[in-house]
């Protein structure tokens, strides 16, 4: 849904962009207050004010994600993205298309699943959350780094400058 004549990605797709990007690593980075809440609850254990508070850090953190993954599909759709660079040889672009999607659908289905782990118990939810959905996360943000230095070292494009400043 690009616009012939858009070139960068909006201001507000930029914000959503990076302060997602925070708030996914935070969330990815520092998991174990959750971890240590999850396994204190299946066990019927009782949580300390503390423990609540840290692992509620991390469940307010994925419904953060959640909400501005909503912002960011709503301006995706409304405003478009800028086109693929010429360069990018068309597996490439594939790739590129796939890659988004599966981001598109981990910014929902992470947090969802979290949600129905430590909200209502649910322990496959839990253990996806944590496991595959997790692991594929890291892969695509690391995909996406290597896609993005690809593009400013080999291909001498303008996608980091898009999605930087302008």
Not at 46 to 69: K, P, R
Not at 103 to 109: A, C, D, E, N, R
Not at 132 to 156: D, N, T
């Amino acid at each position: 849904m690009a616009h012939p004549t858009q070139v960068s990605f909006s201001i507000p797709q930029r914000v959503i962009h990076w302060a997602m990007a925070l708030l996914i690593f935070f969330n990815l980075l520092f998991p174990d207050a959750m971890a240590h809440a999850y396994r204190q609850m299946r066990r019927g254990e009782t949580l300390t004010s503390d423990q609540i508070s840290s692992a509620n850090i991390h469940a307010y953190v994925g419904f953060a994600v959640l909400l501005l993954a909503v912002l960011r599909l709503c301006l995706r759709f409304f405003q478009g993205v800028p086109p693929h660079p010429a360069e990018e040889p068309r597996p490439f672009k594939i790739a590129a298309k796939v890659a988004h999607f599966t981001f598109y659908v981990l910014f929902f289905i992470l947090p969802l699943s979290g949600i129905a782990a430590y909200y209502f118990g649910i322990a496959t939810a839990g253990e996806l959350h944590s496991g595959p959905f997790k692991a594929v996360m890291w892969v695509l943000i690391a995909g996406h780094v290597a896609a993005v230095l690809v593009h400013q070292f080999y291909w001498r494009t303008n996608v980091l400058k898009r999605m930087t400043h302008g």
